[in-house]
């Protein structure tokens, strides 16, 4: 698969995951007292469709670069495979209503207690991996523009 079209099908993946988290938004707000979905819920649909257009971005930019597509693809993936831990984890939240704050100590996920070491590791990878694999992408394109 070349890295644009990796891109496009990531990006219809997570607007689909964005309408759906949508429907269980309004169903959530309909259902609540206080009229509002719960938080991570509310972000699941976010994060989702903003995710589906950084892949239409990312399309655009592996589109006109210079690197091989070998590389845009592996940088895409990295980039799509921390977008979407990222949503799943708003997803397990929602779904379990444990936290309204993920980065709140103790770590929960459900009635379990997530290692802050794990949590911090975690989010470092994720910063790491997203910005080295989009300057990647972005400098090939930079560079095809020159």
């Known amino acids: 698969m070349n890295a644009p079209a990796f891109c496009l099908s990531s ?16 169903l959530s707000i309909r259902r609540s007292p206080d009229v509002r ?10 994060s989702a469709l903003l995710y589906a257009f950084a892949g239409v971005l990312l399309a655009q930019l592996c589109e006109r670069s210079v690197w091989p597509n070998g590389v ?17 984890a ?4 929602g779904a379990l209503g444990d936290t309204d ?4 100590r103790p770590h929960r996920l459900g009635r379990k207690t997530i290692p802050a070491g794990a949590m ?23 560079l095809a523009a020159i």
């Open 11 to 26: 990006a219809g993946a997570f607007f689909l995951v964005g309408l759906a988290s949508g429907a269980w938004k309004y």
């Open 37 to 46: 979905a719960p938080l991570y819920v509310d972000l699941a649909h976010r």
């Open 72 to 88: 845009n693809l592996r940088a895409t993936m990295v980039l799509q495979v921390f977008f979407a831990t990222s949503v799943i």
């Open 90 to 93: 708003y997803v397990v939240h």
């Open 101 to 104: 704050n993920q980065f709140r």
């Open 120 to 142: 911090t590791g975690f989010m470092i990878a994720l910063i790491l991996a997203e910005v080295s694999a989009f300057l990647v992408v972005f400098s090939g394109y930079l």
